[in-house]
C-alpha cells in the first residue's frame, strides 16, 4: 500500500515582495515622523514667544511708565509746578555716583540711556532755612505744616533720597541719613554739593533712575544712582538687543528757568536780560522740533558740577523709544541680518523666531503744562 504525504510549502516571501514591504513601511513612518517635527517645533518656539513678549512687555511698560512721571514736580510751598521750570528732568546720559557719563560734549549724549526724574506723590517738601555751603554736610530746613508735635519734619526719614533746586537751575540729589526734628536739620550722604544754595530753595523727596542698555550681556538695566553698596543696577529683560532714545522739543526757546534778581545763570544776566541766544527750530514733527545729538551736547550749559546739561534740554516735550529683543536660543534665530540683529543657527521652518521690535512715543504730561 502506498502512502502519499503532503508537504506544506516553505518557500516564504519573495525578494520583490520584501523590498515593495519595506518600501510601504518606510513611506509610512515618514509621513508619521513628518506631523510630529512641527509639533516637536512648535514645542520649543511658543514657550519662546511667550517669554519674548513677556519681555518685551515689562520693557516697554516700565519705561511708558516713567517717561509719563518724568518732571513731575512739587506740590507744595513757594515752589510748585513742573520741574521743567527748574531744570531739565530728562537727561541722555547715565547719571550717579558711580559710572557717571561726561556732562558736557559729545559723551554727555548716549542714545540708549536715559536718566529721568520726578517727584513721588509724597508729603516731604519744605525749603532749606539758611544757605547751604557746597561742602554742607546737614541742611537746616524749615518746620513742615501740619505735623505733630516734636515731629516738625514727619515726612522725612532715614534712607529717603530727596534732591534740592532753586530757580537759577542748580540742583543736587542725596540720601538722607538722619532726621533731627528738634533742630530742623537732615543730615545727608555722598558727595558735596555743587551749588551754595540760599535760604528758600526746595528740598523734597525724589525719584531718579537712568534706564540702559548693557550691551555686553543684553540686558536692560535700571540704575537708582546710588553708590552700589545695594543693589544700585537691576537687571529688567534679558535679550535686549537695541534701545534708542530720541528727543523732539519746543522749537521756541525756553525762557524758565529764571533766577532772582542778580543771580545770573544759562538764559540770563545778573540784570534779568536773555542772553542764551537760543534759536528758534524749525518744526519737523507736528508742532514739535527734532532735537539733535549736536544740538543737546553743544550748551549754553545750565546747572553746575556733575548736574550740568545742555539748555537745549529744557524744550523736550515728547521721546520717541525703540525696543527690540531676540530669542534666547541661538538655534531660534536666523541668519538674515534684517530679522536678526545677533544671527543665529537656525534654517527656517518652525524652529525660526524673529526679533520683537516696538517703537512707541510718549509726551510726558508734567512737561506739557504750559502748551
Known amino acids: 500500500m502506498r502512502v502519499h504525504v503532503r508537504v506544506r510549502s516553505q518557500g516564504g516571501y519573495t525578494l520583490v515582495e520584501l523590498l515593495i514591504s519595506t518600501a510601504i513601511m518606510l513611506t509610512v513612518t515618514g509621513a508619521i515622523f513628518s506631523l510630529m517635527n512641527p509639533a516637536q517645533g512648535s514645542a520649543q518656539t511658543q514657550p519662546e514667544v511667550a517669554g519674548m513678549q513677556q519681555r518685551m512687555r515689562v520693557g516697554q511698560e516700565t519705561l511708558f511708565k516713567e517717561l509719563m512721571m518724568a518732571g513731575a514736580g512739587p506740590y507744595q510751598g513757594a ?80 534712607g529717603m533720597n530727596v534732591i534740592i533746586f532753586d530757580t537759577a537751575g542748580f540742583f543736587d540729589t542725596f540720601t538722607v541719613t538722619q532726621v533731627q ?17 540760599a535760604a528758600g530753595a526746595q528740598i523734597t523727596q525724589v525719584v531718579s533712575n537712568t534706564y540702559y542698555l548693557n550691551r555686553t550681556t543684553n540686558k536692560l538695566m535700571r540704575y537708582d544712582g546710588g553708590d552700589g553698596a545695594g543693589n544700585s543696577d537691576i537687571a529688567l529683560a534679558d535679550d535686549v538687543v537695541d534701545l534708542e532714545f530720541q528727543y523732539y522739543g519746543d522749537p521756541r526757546p525756553p525762557l524758565l528757568p529764571k533766577p532772582r534778581p542778580g543771580i545770573p545763570n544759562c538764559l540770563y544776566d545778573a540784570g534779568g536780560n536773555y542772553v542764551a ?63 536678526f540683529m545677533r544671527p543665529g543657527t537656525s534654517i527656517g521652518g518652525e524652529r525660526f523666531v524673529p526679533d520683537y521690535r516696538v517703537v512707541f512715543e510718549v509726551s510726558p504730561r508734567n512737561l506739557n503744562l504750559a502748551r
Do not use: W
Open 277 to 339: 541766544g537760543m534759536a528758534t527750530l524749525t518744526p519737523e514733527d507736528g508742532s514739535l522740533a527734532k532735537l539733535t545729538p549736536a544740538m543737546l551736547t553743544d550748551g549754553p550749559y545750565c546747572g553746575g558740577g556733575s548736574n550740568q546739561f545742555d539748555a537745549d534740554l529744557l524744550r523736550v516735550r515728547k521721546v520717541r523709544v525703540r525696543l527690540r529683543v531676540q530669542a534666547a536660543m541661538q538655534s531660534l534665530r536666523g541668519t538674515d541680518p534684517a530679522l
Open 181 to 197: 526734628d528738634a533742630a530742623g536739620h537732615l543730615q545727608h550722604r555722598g558727595q558735596n554739593l555743587n551749588y551754595e544754595y
Open 79 to 158: 515752589s510748585t509746578g513742573s520741574l521743567m521750570n527748574f531744570f531739565a528732568p530728562i537727561l541722555p546720559r547715565r547719571t550717579g555716583m558711580v559710572g557717571a557719563d561726561p556732562t558736557q560734549g559729545a559723551g554727555s549724549f548716549r542714545s540708549d540711556a536715559i536718566t529721568l526724574a520726578y517727584i513721588p506723590n509724597t508729603y516731604s517738601q519744605t525749603t532749606i532755612s539758611a544757605p547751604m555751603p557746597p561742602n554742607s554736610a546737614e541742611l537746616k530746613v524749615n518746620d513742615q505744616p501740619n505735623c505733630p508735635r516734636g515731629q516738625q519734619l514727619c515726612g522725612f526719614e532715614a
